[in-house]
């Protein structure tokens, strides 16, 4: 099954967390604190795959989470990392992280890192200081990141084949490949892009055969939207043309309703050198629709073939390498993908609001992490947590925004009760 669009949300591990411990050892006085700190959670990775060719593993899975930190040891042993999480890709995938592009993998081994893993707990040891010697305050580990991340495939081929239903492109895909696709005398025998390898005198290049398209495919009718995206990365594009008037269509009229489409939906096509195929010459009427559609294009080079026979494919194969040969540096700006400007914007600490339960919500990064990595049920941990958000202005904070002893106060997974 060829599945070229997924959604996934992914976490990364959580750290480890701190450990609160203290020397007890024969003839050594005053031993002092020695709890290490946590492991570091898991990071998730995304590498390019060229043994993978959709993304149909992705499909059946949802939710991937890395493996969180191990607990600090006595002795100031650290925690063990989190093993990282690497996902495998196909080439040509594009990565949206929250609903912005965040990488595109194309080269075989390129790793991504998506989510970061959280940072390990601090064990009492690191609390440790001339005026504190000893104390008993450890950290939760950090929680790792997550996302939602939306990957969408795009096929890197070398020449993609593009033309109405029926135009025999999956037939000429078979002729000169390995590749057996589906072949049917009817339309909409090719649901799913095919992929080939071609070998001609001993260099290889992929050809993709495109599900045929129809009249409004840039608006997203029939298969429209699914796979003309993919045309957007190959070198050539081989426009083939069913010259036998099947169904009573002239061949004209055939061509410039696939060449308005694709206009439409890529505004560079035009950059693209374009190979026009006219196949099906063995069958009736084939001549004189030729020399109709020669009447109307004043294309010089115009391959005519019959992809059942063969006849006139080995020019045409030929034609392809050399095409290939000539455009192998071709790679316009403009079919480059936009990746998003990295933006440094200046936040607040933190941010006070009153839901409609009159409860007073604060949010920030900064404020949130400390209170997932607070042990509450520490006296020494719960002291430190409420000096820190003293000096941070936070009281001030929410007397100025009216809050009175007994109200409620939510900081991310959490509620208090505040008092003056």
Not at 318 to 343: G, H, Q, W, Y
Not at 408 to 420: L, S
């Amino acid at each position: 099954m060829f599945i070229d669009k997924v959604n996934i949300f992914l976490t990364a591990g959580r750290g480890g967390g701190g450990c609160i411990s203290f020397r007890r050892e024969k003839y050594v006085p005053y031993g002092g604190p020695n709890g290490g700190n946590g492991g570091k959670g898991g990071d998730i990775y995304f590498e390019g795959d060229p043994h993978k060719a959709t993304l149909l593993d992705l499909s059946c899975r949802s939710k991937f989470k890395a493996e969180d930190g191990h607990k600090g040891l006595p002795s100031d042993k650290f925690g063990k990392y989190g093993d990282d999480l690497i996902i495998k890709i196909p080439l040509g995938t594009l990565i949206f992280k929250n609903g912005e592009l965040f990488a595109d993998i194309k080269s075989t081994g390129e790793k991504i890192l998506i989510v970061k893993g959280g940072r390990g707990g601090r064990g009492n040891a690191s609390f440790k200081t001339a005026k504190h010697i000893a104390p008993r305050i450890a950290e939760k580990g950090e929680p790792g990141e997550s996302a939602e991340v939306n990957l969408e495939l795009r096929l890197i081929a070398d020449v993609g084949f593009v033309g109405l239903p029926n135009a025999g492109k999956s037939t000429l895909l078979s002729q000169i490949s390995a590749a057996r696709p589906k072949i049917a005398d009817y339309p909409f025998t090719t649901l799913t892009p095919n992929l080939g390898v071609v070998d001609y005198n001993g260099k290889t290049f992929v050809v993709a055969d495109i599900p045929g398209l129809i009249e409004g495919a840039h608006k997203g009718k029939g298969l429209g939207f699914d796979f003309l995206r993919h045309i957007k990365r190959t070198k050539v594009l081989l426009h083939i043309i069913d010259v036998s008037g099947f169904d009573g269509k002239d061949p004209y009229e055939n061509y410039k309703i696939i060449n308005n489409e694709l206009k439409q939906y890529f505004k560079y096509f035009v950059k693209k050198y374009v190979i026009i195929v006219l196949n099906k010459i063995d069958l009736p009427g084939a001549v004189a629709n030729i020399k109709k559609f020669k009447k109307h294009i004043k294309i010089k080079k115009l391959f005519e073939i019959s992809a059942t026979t063969g006849e006139g494919v080995q020019a045409l194969t030929k034609e392809m390498a050399k095409m290939i040969k000539k455009f192998l540096a071709f790679n316009p700006e403009e079919e480059k993908e936009t990746m998003p400007v990295k933006k440094y914007i200046y936040k607040p600490e933190f941010k006070i609001y009153v839901d409609e339960d009159g409860v007073f919500v604060i949010t920030g990064e900064k404020v949130e992490v400390l209170t997932e990595m607070t042990k509450f049920s520490e006296d020494e941990a719960l002291r430190r947590y409420q000096n820190i958000l003293k000096k941070m202005g936070l009281e001030v904070g929410l007397e100025n925004m009216g809050a009175k002893s007994g109200d409620t106060v939510r900081i991310g997974n959490f509620e208090f009760i505040f008092e003056k």
